[in-house]
């Protein structure tokens, strides 16, 4: 079996279905008896030009190890369902399974958030017993 790495760029208007999406292709290939190392959802995203007048996607990221009748089988299924503006197939060497650095990037902005609130929050509290 082959490595590939799979993205697709989902229309924005269809962004809450991507999980279903992202599980029936998984699914699909699981089925094949292919295997998926790392499943990365990128998030509403500018894309670089506008396709159809559409500046915005909704990116998703796949890594996974299967045979060549399954990755047709996703091509064809991408070819077919009109919510996927893109997508990009590439063979892979071996499996990829660190985070991208995209999603390394989320994550510290995730943290850095999550901390930003936290002490907003204590000093919240603080100002409140001074009174």
Known sequence: MRHYEVVFLVHP??????????ERYQGGLEKQGGVV?????????????????????????????????AIDELANAFRFNDAVLRNLIIQRDSAVTEASPLAKNGDERERSEQ?????????????????
């Open 13 to 22: 208007s269809q962004s809450e279905q991507v999980p279903a999406m992202i």
């Open 37 to 69: 190392h790392r499943c990365e959802d990128w998030g509403r995203r500018p894309l670089a030009y506008p396709i159809n007048k559409i500046h915005k996607a909704h990116y998703v990221l796949m890594n996974v190890e299967c045979n060549q009748e």
């Open 115 to 131: 901390s930003d609130n936290d002490s907003d929050s204590n000093d919240d509290d603080t100002d409140n017993s001074d009174d």
